[in-house]
Every structure is written in C-alpha cells, then in structure tokens.
C-alpha cells in the first residue's frame, strides 16, 4: 500500500509538469484590481484553481499569513491582494519545476479580514470586517465606547513605505469610512484607536459654562461657541487662557480667537468694561 501510494504521488507530480509545459502559451491577468479590494488575511478563506487543472484547492489563511498548498506546501501570501497572491503562487509553481508557464487564480470564498481595536473600548482585539462594515458595527463588536472616549477616533493604516498614517473618524456615526479612508473602507491590518476623552473648561461670561471635550481642528472662538457663546456682558476682547506649562506652572495667555485649545485649557471670558 506504501508502495502504492509512493508511486500515485510521484504520477500526479509528472502529470502536472506535463500539463504546465502545454499551457506555456499562457498569459497572466493583466486586469487590475480595484483601489478597494481588501488584503488577504488570517482566516480568510481562498481557492486557488490552477487553469486546466480540475480540482481547484480551497484553503485558510494562518495566523502567519501562509497558505498551504499541494506540492508547494506553505505560501506567504498575508497583506497581498488576490491577484498578487496568484502571481506568487505561479512563481513558486514555475520555480519548483512543477509548471513552465502556470496561470493560476485566487478568489476569496469568505472573507475574515481582520482589524484591531484598541483604546477606551469594552473589549479591545482583533475583529472581522467585510467592505460593508461602518464605525458603529467595529465599536459594537468591540463592546462599545466607553464613557471615557473620544468623541473623535483615528483609523491607523500602514502605507507601502511603512509608513503609519492616521485617519480621524468620528465615533457617533455621523461621518462613515468613505469619507474618510482614501478606498472608502476598512482593510484587514488596519486599526482602529480610540483615545481618552482630553477636555478644556470655559468660564466666565458664557451662556453655559463647564467642560468640554477636545475635537480636532478647535479654535478659541470654536470652544467658546460651545459653552454657547459671549453673553451679552462679555467681551470677545477679553479673554483669558490659563494652560499648564512644561514647568508644571499655569500661565496665562490672550489668546487670538483663531489660536488652536489645548488639552486641559482653562478658558476665561472677563466682563466688559464698557
């Protein structure tokens, strides 16, 4: 029976070679990809049908980003896309003397394209997205922000240099990802972070002093509209911020109203003395 089975495995390698010698006239795809097609990654599920070959292979990715395949056995194809993949798989085929020219296809069968959540969240980790996935399913996924977040969080992406771009989103769905990432979706590797609440305080002549949690891009002007602005014994002309220095002392500004507020800012509107 070893025998036997020795001497099939050794048929189906030369049929193979065989097979990829005739199909030497063969070119590869030349159609590209859309901008939005998710990377592979771990658990995605993928077949790989070699053109002309009956049987077509159905496999996962692992945690590594490897596929296993006959006679190639493990491939790294983690972070590439479909097309990519297959023309890796050609190669290794080609380069192991198994095809001359080989034509190879990967579809994905179902897609577990992983990003990671992490921050002020009930549960941070790893969660599946699908090219349908909005900021309320990943949070609701990862147990919800909790009360100490952000109103504000930031998709973190790895361009080809490495390089780690941030992307802000909002967290209470208003904006969704395609106005935000350049392909309008979440990819597998991507992260989602979700930072601390950081606050400023207004007080003084306002309509309804308090505080305030930061947002990208506040201004004076901004951060005194949302304690509802100047009452009418305030003045615009009279304003005062108190901002702890690296020294660990608070000093005191006068700041323009287009001046960016910082983290933990103390904004004082005096009366007017007119």
Do not use: C
């Amino acid at each position: 029976m070893t025998k036997f089975r020795h001497l099939a495995a050794v048929f189906a390698v030369a049929s193979l070679a065989i097979f990829g010698a005739a199909q030497s006239s063969i070119a590869e795809p030349t159609k590209a990809e859309p901008q939005h097609v998710n990377k592979l990654g771990p658990g995605d599920s993928v077949t790989v049908q070699v053109f002309g070959q009956p049987d077509a292979t159905t496999t996962y990715l692992e945690e590594d980003g490897t596929i296993s395949l006959p006679l190639l056995g493990s491939v790294q194809v983690g972070g590439m896309t479909p097309v990519d993949a297959a023309t890796r798989v050609a190669k290794a085929l080609k380069d192991g003397g198994y095809f001359v020219d080989p034509h190879v296809n990967i579809q994905v069968a179902q897609s577990r394209n992983l990003v990671t959540v992490i921050g002020e969240v009930g549960a941070t980790g790893r969660y599946p997205v699908t090219p349908r996935t909005t900021i309320l399913d990943l949070l609701a996924s990862a147990g919800g922000a909790k009360e100490t977040a952000s109103e504000t969080g930031f998709v973190l992406r790895s361009d080809e240099n490495g390089h780690v771009n941030r992307y802000p989103i909002r967290l209470d769905g208003l904006a969704d990802f395609k106005d935000v990432l350049p392909n309008g979706v979440l990819l597998g590797g991507d992260s989602l972070l979700v930072p601390r609440a950081e606050h400023y305080f207004v007080a003084g002549e306002v309509t309804s002093p308090g505080r305030f949690s930061i947002e990208p891009g506040l201004t004076v002007i901004k951060a005194i509209a949302r304690a509802g602005g100047v009452n009418e014994r305030g003045s615009e002309r009279r304003i005062e911020i108190k901002r702890l220095g690296k020294n660990g002392q608070y000093q005191t500004l006068h700041p323009k109203l287009t001046d960016p507020v910082l983290a933990e800012d103390m904004i004082r509107v005096k009366e007017s003395i007119f």
